[in-house]
């Protein structure tokens, strides 16, 4: 500053003629130094000054240029902004000092705080730095930037505050110690401090100390440039530090300046240049210092050279702060440069003059300060803004820690904003250098991001940043990150895999595009190929007698409808339609019956030809003529198609999308519409096919000559297995595996068909013409092809077709200035002053500075703060007749109107403190009313606030009555502030227990524009969601100024939230303003809470707002009584006082409606009342004397009070006893206000309404509140009760409220509910509202498998594995188990099936063995039978393992058992074929000698061979991957499926492989043998049986691969039940028939007569 002034008074442009002097201060970095040394420079430092050409001492100063902190400034600021001088600081940055009514003279050419605040926000969005801690100096400066954070940094939704601590000024290890704890254990990496370099000094010993390293630090601009720093302790620490810095400039010749520092130049007060010297030396100037000396300290002589030094001092390369105050100083110069250039008659002020430098006023250079605007040789421009702001710009630097061991702070960037663009940063990334530890920007996160595919599930009690990611449920997304919910996919969508996107369903059906469709397509295709040349043949051999002989036409309409058999199965391939859907159905059933129908002609056509061959038997042929045939054909195939019509039209099939049995899959298919027309239409097939096997079955065997009946059997009984198989399979197979098994039944039996009927006459007409004759027809023997062979031959083939892919913080003086204030006083030996809102408004003139500011107006008489005031008076009135308290002394008192406004408040204390009069000199005979010793007051916190940051430095006693701020509990900031309400703390807390006794927790909040309400609002903020679980639904600050803009938004703000509870924070004006838009919004419905300010306001109690009021629930002060105080009131008269300002005078005019005289013109005018003085105030009703409800009048009482035994007992010290130094006492002439503060601070007595008046160490009494209901009463007043009280003793904290007398305006006379969202119930869970507190969020039904069990749960939690959710999601149950049970009706069915083929066995074994000795029995290998019987009777008995929940011991036996059986009865079978065979052989020549390979002997053996390989094939597959239980839960999530997994595939087809093989061995040779001599030969049922036993297990394989659960054992078991009961009857049931009804033909005679031709019979015998 030096520097400034000094190159300013060289330069020739600015200010010439005229010299620039400077007086610089020392602050200490202590508030009352500070503050001090702004008075002295304001008011001068000698006895008397007068301004003149001659000055007698060092003149005032003009401008202030400073303070570097925001608390000292805004100290500072409060007083003299009072004298329009202006302060331009170059380092305070709290955003408060723009308020331009509270600091109308503050410039400074830093940014503020939010731009700050702003500019490290967007570094943390920058780098994604969301977690972080905030470490803040206990100031101003530190406080502001706290409440910027929590709000600017909550609301940007960019991250949160892991915590917030406050740096204490004094050194407090355990304070530091704690807060380096958090740092420690906090997961944040990020620090953010916004404090100055004595705090960071102390913060980095401790956090060296600790050893906390791995930290990203980020500075404020107050310590980002500080070289004390940066030391070789603290860098491997701090290294990689990101901070804000303050605009770098550049000053020529200033290191010149530098250097020429000397002590030995003629300095006016050479302290600081001295203390410099003495310093950078490590000397002392004499006289030293004792000791000195003699420890060998340097003396200084003010020639050492600075440029032989080693000092931080003249480096100019970084100059920052420095930059700042040189701009300061020259914009002064340049307002000052800009007054004296003003031009008379063209000036600024009234009458267009000019100022000069003899008669300059502060207010003067204000007005140009305002308008400066230059540039610096930097190049920078400098202006300010409304506000006194500069245009902000900060530059992002970076402290690099070199390999050498250098510090480097280097640039990396800037954050900036221009008039006319918007906050803009840039960061150059590549040149910063992170902390060793880091490689890379580090990460700060609670939680790591939600990736898309996951949701954010907040983490109860813990900010917003705290979350956990739950992956979304299967068919819901997230597509971004950190995304607050999954949404549920559309209908015919899925999620992916990632669960990030919705991916199309996989659509399934039988394409014509798959393996499957194209084999089935591939396959109908060359049936119908096959169709067509089959047709050609017969129709070009249709005159041959093979073609003729067997009803030709019945053949070629057999052959169409074959082939349209085949092309329907078409219809069942490909995306279903509608007409496909309706279609396909209906040309299956129509072309079946129509082929079925021909094949029953043809059988009814043999047999009545068979039986007009026989005598008399003619007739029957009319019958059955081409008309006739053609006729039945038409006749059954029209039943077919009116059964579809019918369907059609009543419940049409239509397509269908599925999803139950995927959830990621669209299955398309043709739902049936109507299950009833879908059985007709199969059951009138299957009466056919039935009826044309039971009369082929009949006719099959008449003579071959024209007799086609047993190719017609073997097709009906290919035709029937098929359709019999398909129904299991199609019921059990899920979507296109449905289509396919019901196309590969149509294939299949169509192929049946057309290989059994027309295989064999093809064979004849194409490889054996010659016996396509008559005689070869009549010849035909027993030389068939092999039909039965073919048909199993068909069957294997089409079963490939079904494998499947299954793919999810003076002595004497000069007035500066006189004060008009309104007052009252009474003169004392001690006076008390007194602050009191008498007026509740001020109007405040056009501040241009164009002439002298005018002081406000007061306007608003308020009757209760007068009535405040009156009762200070009554108090020290009272106390002065006492003889017990103060005696021989008289009280006095000087009582001040703050009207409202913090200039007026402040002025009135400066007033008190420092009297009225021109000049006061302290001795016996006072030549004025002497000083105040205290203050009661001020009514406002933030008054009080300011008041106190004054006079606390001189340690004056202020007792406030109504300052309730939290923030003046701070000891240190106010060491001598006292109050006798509770704090707001306690209020806060107050109101959170009533929330939570009601259970709102969706409230606005709204508060006035002071510290009083800000501090609320920030508690509220804090301590809502902590304590009562509750948010806050707006904040809103109710403005000082009726400004009906900002009012009407804020009505609207409360109108349209859903929070029905609106607590205030605020004075009576703002509550008056704010209900008048209310009712002018007719906002009804609403739950008031009042503060103290307002809850027993009688102003607010009118009959316009009662209906918006009543039932408001507030805090009041305790309530007191005051004896004689009504009496005093009634007394007061006029006539006492004399002056116009003074406050009884402006009572009397307000409450009669008068004026005295003089009164203004226009009130005489307009004939207005004169006041004569003589009124009398008992014949007028006012609220005045209304002394019932006495609350903050009691806390004035006790203050008064509280002084007055505080002055008691200072007074009533003994000499050599006191408290003092040396034990001294204080006395009225010497007293100091310090020592007033010390008995102060140990009153304790009791009022005569007994309440105890003491205060704690932070000058705080025990809280008490009345609870307040507003009754609404019948007559339409209001009347405030007590409902309730809160308190606070020593040990605990008291709470009580009574319901039954609170009055609810509301029509239900209920509590009102006031939620963001309504609770939670069970089964469902929290999901947060991004962007909405923590009370705000949707109730999400807990998906399936998951549950909650209780209100309000966050998280919805998993079930166990074996249990699946209730239906409401509330719990969770056992999951539903299936498995094939004996105790439902289908495991009932099998099971007695089971027992039943068991029980047949047994009494078929009874008979054989009963009739053990008859031929039937011995001919036919007697003991291969009995085995058979056994093993068949095991084969039904193994089939009950796969019946009840399966063990392990059912898993491992029911294969093993199946297999085993089965190969025991099929290699019974085998044997008995070979045997057949054998005997065949050794019954012709030369062939006895085979006999003996099949003895018993060699029977049992094979037998035993052949089950022993079954066995070890068994024993090797349980001994390496052994079948075992199974818990499936892969086709339902809410049901469990017991099930055997058979271990190794492998091995169970090799069992099964094994079977079949036996199987189709046996078949093959009783195929050959089946037309031996049937007096020994059962080839035939043997042939039958296979047959059988054949088309069960290929149908088996599809049904079972596509049977979920318990089907597959159901279909398993149905597979060995019907091959058992196959075997059984085919090989048994004839012989059982002969046995039990033909006992005739259980003869050798017998047997040997069965035979269909003669020649046999012949041969055999």
Same mark, same amino acid.
Request: charged content about 15%.
């Given at each position: 500053?030096?520097?400034?002034?000094?190159?300013?008074?060289?330069?020739?442009?600015?200010?010439?003629?005229?010299?620039?002097?400077?007086?610089?201060?020392?602050?200490?970095?202590?508030?009352?130094?500070?503050?001090?040394?702004?008075?002295?420079?304001?008011?001068?430092?000698?006895?008397?000054?007068?301004?003149?050409?001659?000055?007698?001492?060092?003149?005032?100063?003009?401008?202030?240029?400073?303070?570097?902190?925001?608390?000292?400034?805004?100290?500072?600021?409060?007083?003299?902004?009072?004298?329009?001088?202006?302060?331009?600081?170059?380092?305070?940055?709290?955003?408060?000092?723009?308020?331009?009514?509270?600091?109308?003279?503050?410039?400074?050419?830093?940014?503020?705080?939010?731009?700050?605040?702003?500019?490290?926000?967007?570094?943390?969005?920058?780098?994604?730095?969301?977690?972080?801690?905030?470490?803040?100096?206990?100031?101003?400066?530190?406080?502001?930037?706290?409440?910027?954070?929590?709000?600017?940094?909550?609301?940007?939704?960019?991250?949160?505050?892991?915590?917030?601590?406050?740096?204490?000024?004094?050194?407090?290890?355990?304070?530091?110690?704690?807060?380096?704890?958090?740092?420690?254990?906090?997961?944040?990496?990020?620090?953010?401090?916004?404090?100055?370099?004595?705090?960071?000094?102390?913060?980095?010993?401790?956090?060296?100390?600790?050893?906390?390293?791995?930290?990203?630090?980020?500075?404020?601009?107050?310590?980002?440039?500080?070289?004390?720093?940066?030391?070789?302790?603290?860098?491997?620490?701090?290294?990689?530090?990101?901070?804000?810095?303050?605009?770098?400039?550049?000053?020529?010749?200033?290191?010149?300046?530098?250097?020429?520092?000397?002590?030995?130049?003629?300095?006016?007060?050479?302290?600081?240049?001295?203390?410099?010297?003495?310093?950078?030396?490590?000397?002392?100037?004499?006289?030293?210092?004792?000791?000195?000396?003699?420890?060998?300290?340097?003396?200084?002589?003010?020639?050492?050279?600075?440029?032989?030094?080693?000092?931080?001092?003249?480096?100019?390369?970084?100059?920052?702060?420095?930059?700042?105050?040189?701009?300061?100083?020259?914009?002064?110069?340049?307002?000052?440069?800009?007054?004296?250039?003003?031009?008379?008659?063209?000036?600024?002020?009234?009458?267009?003059?000019?100022?000069?430098?003899?008669?300059?006023?502060?207010?003067?250079?204000?007005?140009?300060?305002?308008?400066?605007?230059?540039?610096?040789?930097?190049?920078?421009?400098?202006?300010?803004?409304?506000?006194?702001?500069?245009?902000?710009?900060?530059?992002?630097?970076?402290?690099?820690?070199?390999?050498?061991?250098?510090?480097?702070?280097?640039?990396?960037?800037?954050?900036?904003?221009?008039?006319?663009?918007?906050?803009?940063?840039?960061?150059?990334?590549?040149?910063?250098?992170?902390?060793?530890?880091?490689?890379?920007?580090?990460?700060?996160?609670?939680?790591?991001?939600?990736?898309?595919?996951?949701?954010?599930?907040?983490?109860?009690?813990?900010?917003?940043?705290?979350?956990?990611?739950?992956?979304?449920?299967?068919?819901?997304?997230?597509?971004?990150?950190?995304?607050?919910?999954?949404?549920?996919?559309?209908?015919?969508?899925?999620?992916?895999?990632?669960?990030?996107?919705?991916?199309?369903?996989?659509?399934?059906?039988?394409?014509?595009?798959?393996?499957?469709?194209?084999?089935?397509?591939?396959?109908?295709?060359?049936?119908?190929?096959?169709?067509?040349?089959?047709?050609?043949?017969?129709?070009?051999?249709?005159?041959?007698?093979?073609?003729?002989?067997?009803?030709?036409?019945?053949?070629?309409?057999?052959?169409?409808?074959?082939?349209?058999?085949?092309?329907?199965?078409?219809?069942?391939?490909?995306?279903?339609?509608?007409?496909?859907?309706?279609?396909?159905?209906?040309?299956?059933?129509?072309?079946?019956?129509?082929?079925?129908?021909?094949?029953?002609?043809?059988?009814?056509?043999?047999?009545?030809?068979?039986?007009?061959?026989?005598?008399?038997?003619?007739?029957?042929?009319?019958?059955?003529?081409?008309?006739?045939?053609?006729?039945?054909?038409?006749?059954?195939?029209?039943?077919?198609?009116?059964?579809?019509?019918?369907?059609?039209?009543?419940?049409?099939?239509?397509?269908?999308?599925?999803?139950?049995?995927?959830?990621?899959?669209?299955?398309?298919?043709?739902?049936?519409?109507?299950?009833?027309?879908?059985?007709?239409?199969?059951?009138?097939?299957?009466?056919?096919?039935?009826?044309?096997?039971?009369?082929?079955?009949?006719?099959?065997?008449?003579?071959?000559?024209?007799?086609?009946?047993?190719?017609?059997?073997?097709?009906?009984?290919?035709?029937?297995?098929?359709?019999?198989?398909?129904?299991?399979?199609?019921?059990?197979?899920?979507?296109?595996?449905?289509?396919?098994?019901?196309?590969?039944?149509?294939?299949?039996?169509?192929?049946?068909?057309?290989?059994?009927?027309?295989?064999?006459?093809?064979?004849?007409?194409?490889?054996?013409?010659?016996?396509?004759?008559?005689?070869?027809?009549?010849?035909?023997?027993?030389?068939?092809?092999?039909?039965?062979?073919?048909?199993?031959?068909?069957?294997?083939?089409?079963?490939?077709?079904?494998?499947?892919?299954?793919?999810?913080?003076?002595?004497?003086?000069?007035?500066?200035?006189?004060?008009?204030?309104?007052?009252?006083?009474?003169?004392?030996?001690?006076?008390?002053?007194?602050?009191?809102?008498?007026?509740?408004?001020?109007?405040?003139?056009?501040?241009?500075?164009?002439?002298?500011?005018?002081?406000?107006?007061?306007?608003?008489?308020?009757?209760?703060?007068?009535?405040?005031?009156?009762?200070?008076?009554?108090?020290?009135?009272?106390?002065?007749?006492?003889?017990?308290?103060?005696?021989?002394?008289?009280?006095?008192?000087?009582?001040?109107?703050?009207?409202?406004?913090?200039?007026?408040?402040?002025?009135?204390?400066?007033?008190?403190?420092?009297?009225?009069?021109?000049?006061?000199?302290?001795?016996?005979?006072?030549?004025?009313?002497?000083?105040?010793?205290?203050?009661?007051?001020?009514?406002?916190?933030?008054?009080?606030?300011?008041?106190?940051?004054?006079?606390?430095?001189?340690?004056?006693?202020?007792?406030?009555?109504?300052?309730?701020?939290?923030?003046?509990?701070?000891?240190?900031?106010?060491?001598?502030?006292?109050?006798?309400?509770?704090?707001?703390?306690?209020?806060?807390?107050?109101?959170?227990?009533?929330?939570?006794?009601?259970?709102?927790?969706?409230?606005?909040?709204?508060?006035?524009?002071?510290?009083?309400?800000?501090?609320?609002?920030?508690?509220?903020?804090?301590?809502?969601?902590?304590?009562?679980?509750?948010?806050?639904?707006?904040?809103?600050?109710?403005?000082?100024?009726?400004?009906?803009?900002?009012?009407?938004?804020?009505?609207?703000?409360?109108?349209?939230?859903?929070?029905?509870?609106?607590?205030?924070?605020?004075?009576?004006?703002?509550?008056?303003?704010?209900?008048?838009?209310?009712?002018?919004?007719?906002?009804?419905?609403?739950?008031?809470?009042?503060?103290?300010?307002?809850?027993?306001?009688?102003?607010?109690?009118?009959?316009?707002?009662?209906?918006?009021?009543?039932?408001?629930?507030?805090?009041?002060?305790?309530?007191?009584?005051?004896?004689?105080?009504?009496?005093?009131?009634?007394?007061?008269?006029?006539?006492?006082?004399?002056?116009?300002?003074?406050?009884?005078?402006?009572?009397?005019?307000?409450?009669?409606?008068?004026?005295?005289?003089?009164?203004?013109?226009?009130?005489?005018?307009?004939?207005?009342?004169?006041?004569?003085?003589?009124?009398?105030?008992?014949?007028?009703?006012?609220?005045?004397?209304?002394?019932?409800?006495?609350?903050?009048?009691?806390?004035?009482?006790?203050?008064?009070?509280?002084?007055?035994?505080?002055?008691?007992?200072?007074?009533?010290?003994?000499?050599?006893?006191?408290?003092?130094?040396?034990?001294?006492?204080?006395?009225?002439?010497?007293?100091?206000?310090?020592?007033?503060?010390?008995?102060?601070?140990?009153?304790?007595?009791?009022?005569?309404?007994?309440?105890?008046?003491?205060?704690?160490?932070?000058?705080?009494?025990?809280?008490?509140?009345?609870?307040?209901?507003?009754?609404?009463?019948?007559?339409?007043?209001?009347?405030?009760?007590?409902?309730?009280?809160?308190?606070?003793?020593?040990?605990?904290?008291?709470?009580?409220?009574?319901?039954?007398?609170?009055?609810?305006?509301?029509?239900?006379?209920?509590?009102?509910?006031?939620?963001?969202?309504?609770?939670?119930?069970?089964?469902?869970?929290?999901?947060?509202?991004?962007?909405?507190?923590?009370?705000?969020?949707?109730?999400?039904?807990?998906?399936?498998?998951?549950?909650?069990?209780?209100?309000?749960?966050?998280?919805?939690?998993?079930?166990?594995?074996?249990?699946?959710?209730?239906?409401?999601?509330? !719990?969770?149950?056992?999951?539903? +188990?299936?498995?094939?049970?004996?105790?439902?009706?289908?495991? #009932?069915? %099998?099971? /007695? &099936? =089971?027992?039943?083929?068991?029980?047949?066995?047994?009494?078929?074994?009874?008979?054989?063995?009963?009739?053990?000795?008859?031929?039937?029995?011995?001919?036919?290998?007697?003991?291969?039978?009995?085995?058979?019987?056994?093993?068949?009777?095991?084969?039904?008995?193994?089939?009950?393992?796969?019946?009840?929940?399966?063990?392990?011991?059912?898993?491992?036996?029911?294969?093993?058992?199946?297999?085993?059986?089965?190969?025991?009865?099929?290699?019974?079978?085998?044997?008995?074929?070979?045997?057949?065979?054998?005997?065949?052989?050794?019954?012709?020549?030369?062939?006895?000698?085979?006999?003996?390979?099949?003895?018993?002997?060699? !029977?049992?053996?094979?037998?035993? +061979?052949?089950?022993?390989?079954?066995?070890?094939?068994?024993? #090797?597959? %349980?001994? /390496? &991957? =052994?079948?075992?239980?199974?818990?499936?839960?892969?086709?339902?999530?809410?049901?469990?499926?017991?099930?055997?997994?058979?271990?190794?595939?492998?091995?169970?087809?090799?069992?099964?492989?094994?079977?079949?093989?036996?199987?189709?061995?046996?078949?093959?040779?009783?195929?050959?043998?089946?037309?031996?001599?049937?007096?020994?030969?059962?080839?035939?049922?043997?042939?039958?049986?296979?047959?059988?036993?054949?088309?069960?297990?290929?149908?088996?394989?599809?049904?079972?691969?596509?049977?979920?659960?318990?089907?597959?054992?159901?279909?398993?078991?149905?597979?060995?039940?019907?091959?058992?009961?196959?075997?059984?009857?085919?090989?048994?049931?004839?012989?059982?028939?002969?046995?039990?009804?033909?006992?005739?033909?259980?003869?050798?005679?017998?047997?040997?007569?069965?035979?269909?031709?003669?020649?046999?019979?012949?041969?055999?015998?």
């Amino acid at each position: 500053m030096a520097f400034a002034v000094e190159e300013i008074n060289n330069s020739s442009e600015l200010l010439p003629n005229l010299t620039l002097g400077y007086s610089l201060y020392d602050n200490c970095a202590t508030l009352g130094i500070g503050f001090s040394a702004a008075l002295s420079m304001a008011s001068a430092q000698t006895e008397s000054f007068v301004l003149q050409k001659n000055c007698t001492g060092i003149p005032p100063v003009i401008g202030i240029v400073g303070d570097p902190f925001s608390t000292f400034s805004i100290a500072i600021s409060n007083v003299l902004g009072l004298f329009q001088l202006p302060i331009v600081s170059y380092f305070a940055t709290c955003s408060c000092l723009s308020d331009r009514q509270m600091f109308p003279s503050f410039f400074r050419t830093i940014p503020s705080d939010v731009f700050q605040v702003h500019a490290v926000i967007q570094i943390l969005k920058h780098f994604s730095w969301t977690w972080v801690g905030l470490l803040v100096s206990d100031d101003d400066y530190g406080l502001h930037v706290a409440r910027s954070f929590q709000t600017d940094f909550a609301q940007t939704g960019e991250g949160c505050l892991a915590y917030t601590e406050i740096l204490p000024w004094g050194y407090d290890r355990d304070i530091y110690s704690k807060i380096v704890d958090v740092i420690k254990s906090s997961s944040a990496k990020v620090v953010i401090v916004f404090a100055h370099q004595m705090h960071m000094i102390q913060l980095m010993t401790e956090v060296v100390k600790q050893h906390v390293r791995g930290l990203q630090w980020i500075s404020s601009e107050a310590w980002t440039c500080v070289e004390g720093l940066q030391t070789h302790e603290f860098m491997p620490y701090l290294s990689g530090t990101l901070g804000i810095a303050i605009r770098r400039g550049e000053m020529p010749g200033f290191q010149r300046f530098l250097l020429s520092i000397n002590p030995k130049e003629n300095y006016i007060k050479k302290d600081m240049v001295h203390q410099f010297w003495e310093h950078t030396f490590e000397c002392r100037f004499p006289p030293a210092p004792a000791g000195w000396t003699e420890a060998g300290g340097a003396l200084c002589n003010g020639h050492e050279d600075l440029q032989n030094i080693d000092t931080e001092f003249l480096d100019v390369s970084n100059l920052r702060p420095e930059y700042n105050i040189y701009k300061a100083v020259y914009a002064l110069v340049h307002a000052l440069d800009d007054l004296l250039h003003c031009e008379p008659g063209r000036g600024p002020f009234p009458g267009t003059s000019c100022a000069t430098l003899h008669t300059l006023e502060p207010w003067q250079l204000l007005y140009y300060l305002e308008r400066v605007h230059f540039r610096t040789q930097f190049g920078d421009e400098v202006s300010f803004d409304e506000n006194g702001d500069a245009l902000p710009i900060y530059d992002i630097m970076n402290w690099q820690w070199l390999p050498n061991g250098q510090t480097k702070v280097v640039k990396v960037g800037e954050f900036k904003k221009s008039a006319l663009q918007e906050e803009r940063i840039i960061l150059y990334e590549h040149k910063i250098l992170w902390n060793m530890q880091f490689a890379k920007s580090p990460q700060s996160l609670c939680s790591e991001s939600c990736p898309p595919g996951t949701r954010m599930a907040r983490q109860r009690g813990q900010p917003v940043c705290c979350f956990d990611c739950i992956a979304c449920s299967e068919g819901t997304f997230s597509n971004f990150s950190d995304s607050m919910e999954c949404h549920v996919c559309p209908e015919d969508f899925w999620s992916s895999p990632a669960r990030d996107q919705c991916v199309p369903k996989k659509t399934e059906f039988l394409s014509y595009h798959e393996p499957l469709g194209i084999c089935l397509t591939t396959a109908s295709l060359l049936g119908a190929f096959i169709c067509a040349i089959v047709f050609g043949i017969f129709t070009y051999h249709r005159s041959t007698p093979l073609v003729k002989a067997n009803n030709s036409e019945m053949s070629f309409l057999l052959l169409v409808s074959l082939k349209l058999c085949f092309l329907c199965s078409l219809l069942f391939i490909g995306r279903p339609r509608l007409w496909t859907c309706q279609l396909r159905h209906a040309a299956f059933g129509i072309s079946f019956v129509l082929c079925v129908s021909c094949i029953l002609v043809k059988t009814m056509v043999v047999l009545a030809v068979f039986k007009a061959s026989k005598p008399g038997g003619g007739t029957t042929l009319k019958w059955f003529g081409a008309l006739q045939q053609r006729g039945t054909v038409f006749a059954l195939t029209s039943v077919q198609a009116v059964i579809c019509v019918a369907w059609l039209v009543s419940a049409s099939p239509a397509p269908h999308k599925n999803i139950k049995y995927h959830n990621d899959k669209i299955i398309y298919e043709c739902v049936v519409g109507s299950t009833m027309g879908f059985a007709v239409l199969l059951g009138y097939i299957g009466l056919l096919a039935l009826l044309s096997f039971m009369l082929a079955f009949l006719a099959r065997n008449l003579p071959d000559n024209f007799n086609e009946a047993k190719f017609i059997t073997f097709s009906m009984l290919i035709f029937c297995a098929v359709w019999v198989a398909f129904v299991p399979a199609y019921v059990n197979s899920p979507g296109k595996y449905a289509d396919a098994v019901e196309v590969f039944a149509i294939l299949a039996s169509s192929f049946g068909l057309l290989v059994a009927l027309f295989g064999p006459k093809c064979y004849i007409i194409l490889l054996r013409p010659e016996r396509n004759t008559k005689k070869g027809i009549m010849n035909r023997s027993n030389t068939k092809p092999t039909i039965e062979m073919s048909c199993v031959i068909l069957h294997l083939i089409l079963c490939s077709f079904l494998y499947l892919d299954m793919v999810t913080s003076l002595s004497t003086c000069q007035l500066r200035k006189e004060f008009i204030l309104n007052s009252l006083h009474q003169a004392g030996d001690v006076v008390l002053g007194g602050l009191f809102e008498v007026h509740y408004t001020a109007m405040f003139p056009n501040r241009s500075f164009t002439s002298e500011p005018q002081p406000p107006v007061c306007l608003g008489f308020d009757i209760l703060g007068f009535r405040h005031a009156s009762t200070m008076a009554f108090t020290v009135d009272e106390i002065n007749r006492r003889s017990d308290l103060l005696p021989n002394l008289t009280l006095g008192y000087s009582l001040f109107d703050n009207c409202g406004a913090l200039v007026i408040g402040l002025s009135s204390a400066l007033a008190a403190a420092g009297g009225q009069k021109q000049q006061y000199v302290l001795q016996e005979n006072c030549t004025a009313p002497p000083p105040v010793i205290a203050i009661v007051g001020d009514h406002y916190s933030t008054f009080s606030i300011a008041i106190s940051d004054v006079f606390g430095l001189y340690r004056m006693p202020i007792v406030s009555y109504f300052a309730t701020c939290s923030c003046l509990s701070n000891r240190q900031k106010f060491p001598s502030f006292f109050r006798t309400i509770p704090s707001d703390a306690f209020q806060v807390h107050s109101m959170i227990q009533i929330l939570k006794h009601f259970g709102w927790t969706w409230v606005g909040l709204l508060v006035s524009d002071d510290d009083y309400g800000l501090h609320v609002a920030q508690s509220f903020q804090s301590d809502l969601p902590e304590v009562g679980g509750g948010c806050l639904a707006y904040t809103e600050t109710l403005p000082w100024d009726s400004n009906p803009e900002e009012l009407k938004r804020i009505v609207h703000v409360i109108k349209t939230s859903t929070a029905r509870v609106v607590i205030a924070f605020a004075h009576e004006i703002h509550m008056i303003n704010l209900l008048e838009e209310v009712v002018r919004q007719n906002v009804v419905g609403l739950q008031w809470m009042a503060s103290e300010t307002w809850t027993t306001a009688s102003v607010l109690q009118t009959p316009s707002l009662i209906p918006y009021l009543a039932g408001t629930i507030g805090i009041a002060i305790r309530r007191g009584e005051i004896p004689g105080l009504k009496d005093f009131l009634s007394n007061i008269k006029p006539e006492a006082y004399s002056n116009r300002h003074n406050m009884v005078n402006q009572f009397w005019e307000h409450t009669f409606e008068c004026r005295f005289a003089p009164a203004p013109a226009e009130w005489t005018e307009a004939g207005g009342a004169f006041c004569t003085g003589h009124e009398d105030l008992q014949n007028i009703d006012t609220e005045f004397l209304d002394v019932s409800n006495l609350r903050p009048e009691y806390n004035v009482y006790k203050a008064v009070y509280a002084l007055a035994h505080a002055l008691d007992q200072l007074l009533r010290c003994e000499p050599g006893r006191g408290p003092f130094p040396g034990n001294s006492c204080a006395t009225l002439h010497t007293l100091e206000p310090w020592q007033l503060v010390h008995y102060l601070q140990k009153v304790n007595f009791s009022t005569s309404f007994g309440d105890q008046v003491s205060f704690d160490e932070n000058g705080n009494v025990l809280p008490i509140y009345d609870i307040m209901n507003w009754k609404w009463l019948p007559n339409g007043e209001i009347y405030i009760q007590n409902i309730g009280e809160v308190k606070k003793s020593s040990a605990e904290e008291a709470y009580r409220i009574h319901e039954n007398k609170i009055f609810w305006n509301f029509e239900n006379k209920q509590p009102p509910q006031s939620l963001c969202s309504e609770s939670c119930p069970s089964g469902t869970r929290m999901a947060r509202q991004r962007g909405q507190p923590m009370c705000c969020f949707d109730c999400i039904v807990c998906s399936e498998g998951t549950f909650s069990n209780s209100s309000d749960s966050m998280e919805c939690h998993v079930c166990p594995e074996d249990f699946w959710s209730s239906p409401a999601r509330d !719990q969770c149950v056992p999951k539903k +188990t299936e498995f094939l049970s004996y105790h439902e009706p289908l495991g #009932i069915c %099998l099971t /007695t &099936a =089971s027992l039943l083929g068991a029980f047949i066995c047994a009494v078929v074994f009874g008979i054989f063995t009963y009739h053990r000795s008859t031929p039937l029995v011995k001919a036919n290998n007697s003991e291969m039978s009995f085995l058979l019987l056994v093993s068949l009777k095991l084969c039904f008995l193994c089939s009950l393992l796969f019946i009840g929940r399966p063990r392990l011991w059912t898993c491992q036996l029911r294969h093993a058992a199946f297999g085993i059986s089965f190969v025991l009865c099929v290699s019974c079978i085998l044997v008995k074929t070979m045997v057949v065979l054998a005997v065949f052989k050794a019954s012709k020549p030369g062939g006895g000698a085979i006999l003996k390979w099949f003895g018993i002997l060699q !029977q049992r053996g094979t037998v035993f +061979t052949l089950t022993c390989i079954q066995a070890v094939i068994c024993i #090797i597959w %349980l001994m /390496t &991957a =052994s079948p075992a239980p199974h818990k499936n839960t892969d086709y339902y999530n809410d049901k469990i499926i017991y099930e055997c997994v058979v271990g190794s595939t492998a091995w169970f087809i090799v069992l099964l492989g094994y079977i079949c093989f036996l199987a189709l061995l046996s078949f093959m040779l009783a195929f050959l043998a089946r037309n031996l001599p049937d007096n020994f030969n059962e080839a035939k049922f043997i042939t039958f049986s296979m047959l059988i036993f054949c088309a069960v297990w290929v149908a088996f394989v599809p049904a079972y691969v596509n049977s979920p659960g318990k089907y597959a054992d159901a279909v398993e078991v149905f597979a060995i039940l019907a091959s058992s009961f196959g075997l059984l009857v085919a090989l048994f049931g004839p012989k059982c028939y002969i046995i039990l009804f033909r006992p005739e033909r259980n003869t050798k005679k017998g047997i040997l007569n069965q035979s269909l031709s003669k020649s046999t019979k012949q041969r055999y015998s």
